[in-house]
């Protein structure tokens, strides 16, 4: 069963209709990215999707008539954090459509709606792809009819829109198989899932092309990568493929947790 959701101070009640929509042929959205690089390489593919079905990006909150909300929800401080974001943007915008993705709807699951009824979807990592269509049926608009707009961002054949100027993060797996005390991401992104080497390779090629002279690998444990595949030396194999890639000048490796 899923945990309530609670922060301090426990926000209010919703004080605003929860209904608020303002519909036009021409809708933007702003997106705001929390937590970890993994979060990232989410939040570059939320707006990827968007772009690609005509939603205008915008940076100015009181401008967009969608808020997307890509959540922490780790530890309890990162929640507090999300919790009180969500909350920050709906008083800065109580008419925009409010999306919250990330691991906070994971971790609290069907808790979410009722402890935030200021949201109106909460989006899960693996609906992302589908997000346009989601919003479509939500607005009653079908996202499909819209010209794609990538708003100075680079558009990736992967799937992404790159927000790092000079470099990039290549997460490797998701999810992960150790039971820190600390930590819900078990709970929340489930056993460690990891990338093929050759999709990681592919899009490490794109990465490169879209500008990126620097490479960040991500993952909750990188030196667990391909374990759950029973693949001895994963992370060793995968550098010497990436290290072929001229354009890259470093590659960085991020959370490493030897045994």
Not at 31 to 37: E, K, M, R, T
């Amino acid at each position: 069963m899923g945990q309530a959701i609670e922060c301090s101070p426990k926000p209010e009640a919703s004080k605003y209709p929860p209904v608020r929509k303002r519909l036009k042929s021409d809708l933007s959205y702003t997106i705001v990215s929390l937590g970890c690089p993994k979060n990232r390489v989410d939040t570059e593919k939320i707006m990827y999707a968007m772009s690609q079905s005509g939603y205008s990006f915008t940076e100015e909150t009181p401008d967009a008539d969608i808020i997307i909300i890509n959540t922490c929800a780790f530890i309890e401080m990162a929640v507090e954090e999300s919790i009180n974001t969500i909350l920050d943007h709906v008083e800065e915008n109580h008419e925009a459509f409010l999306v919250v993705a990330g691991c906070l709807p994971m971790r609290y699951r069907g808790d979410a709606a009722e402890s935030l009824p200021e949201v109106d979807l909460f989006l899960e990592p693996k609906d992302i792809p589908d997000l346009p269509n989601i919003l479509g049926k939500a607005l009653r608009r079908p996202g499909s009819s819209l010209q794609a707009k990538t708003s100075g961002q680079t558009a990736l054949g992967n799937g992404r829109l790159l927000t790092t100027p000079g470099y990039a993060y290549l997460r490797v797996s998701d999810g992960c198989d150790r039971k820190c005390a600390y930590c819900s991401i078990p709970m929340i992104r489930g056993s460690m899932i990891s990338e093929p080497i050759e999709k990681l390779e592919a899009e490490a090629i794109e990465l490169a092309a879209g500008g990126a002279s620097e490479l960040v690998l991500v993952a909750q444990d990188l030196c667990s990568y391909g374990l759950d595949v029973g693949l001895k030396n994963g992370l060793n194999r995968l550098l010497v493929r990436l290290e072929k890639i001229d354009q890259f000048s470093w590659i960085r490796l991020m959370y490493l947790h030897p045994n």
